[in-house]
């Protein structure tokens, strides 16, 4: 147990270290091209720090024998670089200083230079000790480095902003090394929406990776068992051979279970957004066993606790909260702003989610902390009578008699009234961004909008926004994406290929959707319902890679659960997509979803077209053939049986379809 937890902290201290170091030399470079403006004394840290972290972020790899000698010169480099970087805003000028600052400035840097000396004989000392340290590295040390994890299947969806929680990264690290027996050790981080549980455990997985405290870490989103079955199949492709062809899902999870049950070295797999354990039969079943898996949990559910050690992630501390919001404002750290500041934290619950809102619309409004509170009072009634949905969210704070609703919401439309430069381009934009909450919300792709452009005829108004003369631009949307993101509303965009995409933080979408009026709400589905349709019939599916395929039938789950209870008017409208959507499942191996889907078809199908119609028969056959792929041969035997009869009656005995379906009952015979 000493031994992981010293790994764990001389990683977070070398991480410490390197970002202040940073700091430091970014302040530096702002001044380049006017070196003569830079004290003498910081000529050679210029020069001598970039080496020292080169060194430091080295250590990462150390022998854990040596840990506790190289903790203490680590805790040292730690101590000096925060005096240096103390020293670097009273001794440097800024653009924004008056001459009268300047001058205060270079007299001090006069006064303190024999200071930054110091620091950088200091460091220097300690650099030519750990790089002794590197070079008397035994081979057996060089073998441990080379077994670095395996693998590392973790999303990089950390906050730029990110607040050390270090008590509770503590926390995890004992609670697996305190956990003994046969089985897989069991950690949850159990919190309400937005307190910070999936950003602490990508924290932890950062970590550990750096410390090689497992050999391999996968994230599995958690959020329902299908998107668990994804995770594990994408698992199983990961650590299988690439040649290896699955029977089923099950064998997939079976051969990842198996698997890690063999490795003889530790790994850790995280299962994030645990939050809706009865949509689960037995999550156990999931689970590999073993003394040397790991496994950690986020939820919002109480449930979840019987799974392991709970660990529970209820606020940030005022002093956190206060310097997340500072950060994220980007305004200075004195007393009157943390008299402030503090007031808004305890406003928003101390909710780092929240928080970081706050802090982007305070940025973009250029906003004094202490007319925040005016706002929120302003805003607050008219928002919580438009979503009463809302109240889901909620907690009692203190000796508060009523429960106070949660202000991620408030603070999030908000920001939403920021969107665009009038109320028609902040309606348009908003529409997107509403609309784009009915997908799954992780991965939202730039080619779902586009291929639905090019497949209609007259785009909706919101879509000229990414548009010239009917023509798809992507830098116009790029420009919608960029302007969302630094609101705050969504996450990091991805542009490293042609597809860009982004993710919507599930909270966001939960309030973008719960904000929608419910008269309105239907027409959302239809329409992300009809955009998946376009984006799917664009593609040829016989090449399509798998992950493009996963990736689909994602949405197709998302946009089926936003509206569970179909009226047929629904259905009628729809029944075109829901065929799109059964031969996607077919094609997956996915019989029981297919054949839902083609009933949907079916049920349209003979409302608009008639019982009798090729159309209608040409789902009948289709279900046939779901029904035959799950071994239910009686059925499948009564659909061809019908579908034969109706071709037989419209077509002739002749046409190709009947012969076809001829075709499909001898195969069954057969069988």
């Known amino acids: 147990m000493a031994e992981a937890f010293a790994a764990v902290g001389l990683a977070a201290s070398i991480v410490t270290f390197v970002d202040a170091a940073n700091k430091v030399l970014d302040r530096l470079r702002d001044f380049h091209p006017t070196a003569q403006e830079i004290p003498e004394c910081f000529q050679d840290i210029h020069v001598r720090l970039p080496l020292i972290v080169d060194v430091v972020t080295q250590i990462k790899n150390a022998e854990m024998t040596l840990l506790r000698r190289i903790h203490g010169t680590m805790d040292g480099c730690n101590k000096q670089i925060a005096l240096l970087n103390k020293l670097v805003g009273k001794m440097l000028p800024i653009p924004d200083d008056s001459q009268w600052r300047r001058s205060l400035k270079a007299i001090e840097s006069i006064r303190r230079g024999k200071d930054v000396t110091a620091i950088q004989e200091t460091l220097g000392r300690y650099e030519r000790t750990l790089t002794l340290h590197l070079s008397q590295r035994s081979s057996t040390s060089t073998a441990i480095a080379e077994r670095r994890a395996a693998y590392y299947e973790v999303p990089s969806l950390q906050v730029s902003q990110f607040v050390e929680r270090v008590e509770l990264l503590k926390e995890i690290e004992v609670s697996f090394a305190g956990t003994s027996g046969n089985a897989s050790k069991k950690v949850v981080l159990l919190g309400m929406g937005g307190s910070g549980k999936t950003q602490i455990a990508l924290r932890y997985c950062q970590v550990a990776k750096s410390s090689e405290r497992f050999q391999s870490i996968f994230w599995v989103e958690a959020s329902s068992e299908n998107t668990v079955l994804r995770g594990f199949e994408s698992i199983a492709a990961k650590i299988s051979n690439s040649g290896r062809v699955f029977d089923s899902m099950e064998s997939k999870i079976a051969f990842v279970k198996y698997t890690l049950e063999q490795w003889g070295s530790p790994w850790l797999m995280v299962f994030d957004n645990y939050d809706r354990p009865g949509e689960f039969k037995n999550i156990s079943d999931f689970f590999p066993q073993g003394q040397t898996g790991s ?57 780092p989610l929240a928080i970081d809102q706050a802090g982007a619309y305070i940025t973009a409004r250029k906003l004094p902390l202490q007319l925040f509170a005016e706002h929120y009072g302003e805003r607050k009634e008219v928002i919580l009578k438009r979503t009463p949905s809302l109240w889901e969210y909620r907690r009692r704070l203190g000796k508060d008699k009523d429960e106070t609703l949660l202000s991620v919401f408030t603070t999030w439309e908000l920001s939403f009234q920021q969107i665009g430069n009038d109320e028609n381009e902040r309606a348009i934009i908003g529409h997107f961004l509403s609309l784009s909450a009915f997908f799954d919300v992780t991965n939202i792709t730039e080619n779902l909008f586009r291929s639905h452009l090019a497949s209609i005829d007259e785009p909706p108004q919101w879509m000229e926004l990414f548009a010239i003369g009917g023509v798809w631009k992507q830098h116009r949307y790029h420009d919608v994406i960029a302007e969302l993101q630094r609101l705050s509303l969504l996450q990091d965009m991805d542009t490293g290929s042609t597809d860009s995409r982004f993710p919507l933080h599930p909270l966001v979408a939960d309030w973008l959707r719960l904000r929608i009026d419910q008269k309105d709400y239907r027409k959302y589905v239809i329409e992300a319902i009809g955009i998946l349709t376009n984006h799917i019939n664009a593609q040829d599916r016989d090449v399509l890679p798998l992950q493009v395929k996963l990736d689909m039938l994602s949405h197709i789950e998302m946009c089926l659960q936003n509206d569970t209870d179909c009226s047929l008017e629904v259905i009628v409208s729809l029944r075109d997509s829901a065929h799109t959507f059964a031969l996607l499942y077919s094609d997956h191996g996915r019989y029981k979803e297919a054949e839902a889907m083609y009933q949907l078809a079916l049920a349209g199908k003979e409302k608009v077209l008639g019982p009798d119609h090729p159309s209608t028969l040409n789902t009948v056959n289709n279900i046939g053939v779901t029904y035959e792929n799950q071994g239910r041969s009686v059925e499948a035997e009564v659909m061809y049986q019908r579908a034969l009869a109706g071709n037989e009656k419209v077509l002739g005995p002749d046409h190709p379809s009947t012969l076809g379906i001829v075709h499909n009952l001898g195969g069954l015979y057969r069988s």
Request: hydrophobic share 40%.
């Open 295 to 351: 496994m950690l949990f986020t939820s919002r559910h109480t449930d979840s606790k019987r799974l392991g050690i709970a660990i529970s992630v209820l606020q940030m501390t005022e002093d956190e909260g206060l310097e997340l919001l500072l950060r994220q404002s980007e305004l200075e750290s004195n007393r009157d702003n943390a008299v402030a500041g503090k007031k808004i934290i305890r406003k928003l619950g101390c909710l």
